[in-house]
DNA sequence: GTCTATAAACAGATAGAC
DNA sequence: GTCTATCTGTTTATAGAC
């Protein structure tokens, strides 16, 4: 047992932040009614309430779903004292393992566009959790490898600009992907695919790493 | 008379074009009112049948004009026979004109979450018209000026891939705005913020040039 | 825990006065 | 063109049987 997250309820629970986190991230939240939930979740519209309190609450234990889901990706694996080339390549791996997780896997076919309706939505709470137990840490752990590779300080402001630009360009291709693919002739994304954009992305990582090296 | 762009319609129906535009981003379609509208452009709601004929016509208006307001930015002048050093340039100065108007135009604080809203929401009408209208003849221009200033194939996989790259950068710096100025630990965005932004976009940009140059 | 039935509020569209 | 009043359907939340 290593993980001390938080687990998702189970059964009818379950079903229900399955059914949220799909079609509040396809239709947003106001767009979804607690009918259509309900019935993805082969469920009546009152275990919403009984479950979650209300269709509120069924958000925001979705959102907390998402910060779980998300938590077990881009955990890399760093040795005591790692050289500037052992840093980069964990950065390069890393980087095309988020790749993989974000164009590929069928978890982020839901989580993502949950996040960008997130990201619309303003500074609210969710966000702010999401934030707090993902994004920031994990930021920072890039901006550490990153200083590891390039000499330059962590939390320099170049620095953490630079890893924003890096996993940025990764981020805009999973939320542009209905623009990406029709610009590509893409019919969708298999390995191959996500491939090229991994390996586009590794190129400007390696570039950029290169660009800012401190001798 | 050079613009052949569609006009807006004035009075009242331009008042409701830019109060759902503003509503729209913030709150999405669904999360938004006829109601609300009509009172943030200070009319009533029966005139929003009245001059686009429902909600939906309203949105459609909507997305026409963020297309109009699109298409007046990321507009370079190019000489007729660029060097690849001035197409370079070109990029440069196109990336950082267009990291202004993202960052810091009050006409962009609208635009710019509507269309995130519009990504989220599938392949519908109003995107479709906004991809052929702006976004692929724009992309289609910064991978000819990248052929020049690289000496690859303008209409190769990598190089429509490595201007998504560049281009995504500074979209993701706008959608992940909130999250950025919290890790920067900014309070708004002003000049000196959004030029630090341009700087870290540019020298990515130059080192992805340099590093798929053909000699 | 699960479900049906219903209540109370709100949505978008429209009729018709001015 | 603009506005008020209203119609009709849908929304979330809840009461209460099982």
Redesign the pocket.
Known sequence: MIESAPRPPE???AALIEAGLKLFGKQGF?G???????ALA??????????F??????HTACAAEVARRLSAVATPSVPPDPTPDEARAILDSTLRALAGFLLTSPAATDVAPFILRLLGSGPDEAMTTLYASVIEPKHREFCRLWALATGQAPESESTRLAVFAAIGQLVYFRVGLPVVTRRMGWGRIGAAEAGAIADTVAANLHAAIERSRVP
């Open positions: 059964g009818t629970g106001s979804t009614s607690t009918r259509e939930i309900a082969d469920t009546n519209v009152a275990s919403i309430a009984y479950h309190g209300s269709k509120d609450g069924l």
